[in-house]
């Protein structure tokens, strides 16, 4: 009788222990499928911010790297893109959230690096006529002067640098009068990005540097508030700020890198294969925005001038002129980049 018992019990435990591994199996499938994966694979999202509305430019960067994440990593990793400032109303909020966790990966210029990573030595990045070319800049960040912003960034803010692009060089439109020399700057009220070297290089040129939201520049124009802006000739087109601003002189002053940047909390979490997914993705991404940003400038000056923009395209005389005027803005922010950093961004440029 008691051998029976034994059976009977062992013959329901088996039963119920078939029954929960059922369900297991039933619960996991529902799981993946319902991601859109393969069986016992899971998914990951990156949430990526941007104040930038879809026909930005800088937005098709980002739509790139989506592409390219989801195919290569076969729909386990899906990248959603919040456009016009849905999650954040800034550059500076968007590092805020990546730092926090709330978003995955961003976009920004180094001076949000220096102000709100607190890496000084992006700073560098914000001296006028610091680089005659691109690919000056991408050799300085690509060598060790960027391995060391990119190490410090990393410890100071948990967030990876997985490459740098750039979004056009800096120039000057206004709506008063055209601009050929630094004296033609006196008076004018010029929108500058809230960086002490960007602001003081507008101030020693002869402008009054007002550092106003991008979202208010265009009605600020519209109204007179302010006189112009300096940033990028595809940013200037594609927030139609050419319809209330008809004088671009084209100082290229500075050149406005763009860092793409990955919570690495996020990253390390991400088995092996799928780390390698990403970083294969940004090399590309990197190398589609520094195409396009060429691209962008080219086709946005050309439009500018349909739309009777009157354009200065500066002779290097002229050139050579502003950037003996900005001297001072240098010399008076040397600290704030670092005299080390600036010494050694010299050498290695053989200026």
């Known amino acids: 009788m008691r051998s029976k018992k034994l059976h009977v019990y062992w013959l329901m435990s088996l039963c119920a222990l078939l029954l929960i591994m059922a369900g297991c199996s039933d619960n996991t499938s529902g799981s993946t499928e319902g991601n859109g994966s393969s069986e016992g694979e899971e998914t990951y999202t990156i949430k990526l911010p941007t104040v930038v509305n879809e026909d930005n430019f800088v937005a098709t960067t980002f739509m790139e790297f989506k592409d390219l994440v989801e195919e290569k990593s076969n729909g386990q990793i899906e990248v959603d893109i919040y456009l016009g400032g849905t999650l954040s109303s800034s550059d500076e909020e968007n590092l805020q959230q990546l730092m926090d966790g709330t978003a995955q990966l961003i976009g920004m210029g180094p001076f949000v690096a220096s102000q709100i990573g607190g890496v000084d030595g992006f700073n560098l990045f914000d001296v006028p006529f610091l680089f005659e070319s691109r690919e000056q800049l991408y050799e300085l960040a690509e060598g060790p002067i960027g391995e060391q912003f990119s190490e410090e960034f990393l410890e100071a803010t948990g967030t990876r640098i997985l490459g740098y692009y750039d979004i056009g060089f800096l120039s000057i439109l206004n709506s008063s009068h055209s601009i050929t020399e630094p004296e033609d700057m006196n008076g004018l009220s010029i929108r500058t990005p809230q960086a002490s070297l960007l602001m003081d290089t507008i101030e020693v040129m002869g402008g009054n540097p007002t550092p106003i939201t991008f979202a208010e520049v265009y009605t600020s124009l519209q109204q007179g508030t302010i006189d112009g802006l300096t940033t990028t000739i595809p940013l200037m087109y594609d927030s139609q700020f050419y319809e209330v601003s008809k004088y671009l002189s084209i100082t290229e002053h500075v050149l406005f890198p763009y ?93």
């Open 259 to 351: 860092l793409l940047i990955i919570n690495n909390e996020f990253f390390e979490s991400l088995p092996a294969d799928l780390q390698e997914v990403v970083l294969e993705a940004a090399d590309e991404t990197v190398q589609f925005a520094r195409e396009l940003a060429i691209e962008q400038e080219e086709s946005a000056l050309e439009n500018m001038k349909e739309e009777g923009v009157e354009v200065n395209e500066l002779t290097p005389e002229q050139i050579e002129t502003f950037r003996e005027a900005v001297q001072p803005a240098i010399d008076n922010n040397i600290d704030v980049v670092g005299e080390d950093v600036f010494n050694q961004a010299l050498e290695e440029l053989n200026q």
